[in-house]
């Protein structure tokens, strides 16, 4: 009685009665970015983790149990509590993984560049990415923050948008793990700024829910805030422009 869905050669659906399985081919960045665990219960937030990694003809792949009944949050108003949550309890998420200076972030580190994947997906560019990171200085110096050792540090769900945000009667459940990287905790907010307000032009929308998360944000890290930003947006356009998965 199952039923299968293939996505694309690197993603199946199994659906069933009570739970639906979703498969992922994996790599090895893939099990990198797990390397984090729940010191305690973040209240009304959860990690539909992967539960099972296995390999079919020397191939990697993971699955994950999704009940029917968690449904994607409907608005941005809906989802923001679990952004400034990721960041109010980061105390409570324990990742092993060095924590990625401002540096390393404009230098890309995260972006996988190297990463020999599957054959469905195209090499990157070739351009240097020297141009770019001498840009972003030029644009961001007199942003930068100062006292970086204020900022605070922790898990950052590089992928932090509505659609990676689900609800059930039990809270969040945050859905699809990677990108994460150890780095500053305000990046889940300028993420969430990024992905939901900033790509999808939402004017309307854009002061009142940069004051909500600003809100959320200890002092150093408000100040901060529209610096991030720009980081946030940066590493979007790198990664769109030089990931292989992105093309």
Known sequence: ?????????????????SNHIF???????????????????????????YDRVFTIEKEMYASVRIDPLLEIAASVEEALPCAIA?????????????????????????????????????????????PAIEYFHHVT????????????CGLVHEDLNCHNIMRDSNGFCLIDPDPVLHSYSVMNASNFFVNEI????????????RSQLLLGLENSDREAFDFFVLLSLYRLLIRRSFHRDLH
């Open 141 to 152: 110096d007199q942003h930068l923050p100062t006292g970086e050792s204020r900022l605070v």
């Open 86 to 130: 990721l960041y109010r309890f980061r105390s409570m998420i324990g990742i092993l993984t060095p924590k990625l200076s401002l540096d390393e972030l404009v230098r890309g580190n995260h972006n996988n560049y190297d990463l020999i994947k599957a054959d469905t997906h195209p090499a990157p560019s070739n351009a240097s990415l020297e």
């Open 23 to 49: 498969i992922k081919r994996w790599f090895q960045d893939n099990l990198r970015e797990q390397a984090f665990f729940f010191l305690e219960d973040i209240p009304g937030v959860r990690f539909l983790n």
């Open 198 to 209: 900033i790509v999808k032009k939402d004017d309307v929308n854009f002061g009142r829910i």
């Open 1 to 17: 009685g199952l039923k299968f869905a293939v996505q694309s050669p690197n993603r199946i659906l199994v659906f069933g009665q």
